[in-house]
């Protein structure tokens, strides 16, 4: 992993190493396989904090924090958020 510390860990970079020490999941034996798969679906939200909707943006904006990678949609709440604290609603 990158030496910087990173705020979001769906932003890390692999280093050469570290792909090259990596396996397929294939490769594993077929209980972890099925434990590794498992672990894939998400449970309900206990407590959650955001909420599912639809909003329509301009394509300049989606391309932008697209441009950024994971966690796009993440960034965007945080730019909202942050728009929110400097100004207030009509």
């Known amino acids: 992993m ?9 932003d890390f970079e692999w280093t ?19 434990k590794i798969a498992s672990r894939k679906t998400r449970g309900s939200q ?12 301009s394509s300049e904006v ?3 924090f697209k441009a950024t990678g ?7 709440d945080f730019a909202l958020k942050q728009w929110l604290e400097e100004h207030t609603l009509v």
């Open 16 to 34: 050469a190493a570290e792909l090259k020490a990596s396996k397929k999941i294939n490769s594993l034996p077929k209980s972890l396989q099925q």
């Open 46 to 57: 206990v407590a959650p904090t955001k909420i599912s909707t639809t909003i329509r943006l």
């Open 70 to 76: 994971a966690g796009w949609q993440s960034k965007i």
């Open 2 to 10: 990158n030496k910087k510390i990173k705020k979001d860990m769906e």
């Open 62 to 64: 989606i391309q932008s």
